[in-house]
């Protein structure tokens, strides 16, 4: 077990290959959670993994439950809820979500409404939003990359079945994220 330095207390170790990050708050002694400081935890755990990105990374918060913590481009992506409380049943989801492959109809069940596999062999999908529908480029089993959104259901399908690879930009949309 290894205690690295953030605003945050937490220890970590390695299961299987994995970095399993406790988090180590308590109200006795209150510092900042994991996850309110889980940049800083991400930077620190590089000062230790230079290949950061190669390793499974979990941890156990403060409820006691496990989640993955997704590195992209060196820095802190995101979380995936394991939604279980031993280690041993978290290593395993990990593992089956490696083993996952992206599909139309794994997109489909993630909640968007179509997708499809471009010529380069990413995958765009639609998605509805409050007041508009957008498309999304290059989602993976876990996000996208960027969204386009439409207030035109109809220039939005063009534009979809326009799109032949990744790098193509749609046109017509009224904003995109990131801007």
């Known amino acids: 077990m290894n205690q690295l330095s953030s605003k945050a207390n937490f ?10 990050i406790t988090d180590l708050y308590n109200e006795q002694n209150p510092t900042m959670s994991v996850t309110n400081d889980i940049e800083q935890v991400v930077r620190c755990l590089f000062q230790q993994f230079p290949t ?28 995936i809820g394991l939604a279980v409380t ?14 996952a492959e992206i599909s139309e109809q794994y997109i489909l069940d993630m909640g968007y409404s179509r997708a499809r596999q471009l010529e380069d062999q990413t995958w765009i999908a639609i998605g509805e939003l409050i007041g508009t529908s957008a498309i999304y480029m290059d989602v993976n ?19 979809f079945y326009n799109i032949k690879k990744n790098s193509d930009i749609p046109c017509g949309w009224i904003t995109k994220r990131p801007l």
């Open 11 to 20: 220890s970590w170790t390695i299961v299987d290959d994995v970095i399993v």
């Open 52 to 79: 950061l990105e190669d390793y499974s990374v979990i941890y156990r918060d403060t409820e006691g439950c496990y989640d993955q913590i997704i590195i992209r481009n060196n820095a802190f992506f995101g979380f």
């Open 86 to 99: 031993s280690l041993q049943a978290a290593i395993r989801s990990l593992i089956r979500f490696k083993e």
């Open 141 to 159: 089993l876990i996000s996208w990359d960027r969204r386009y959104c439409y207030d035109d259901d109809r220039k939005l399908l063009i534009e």
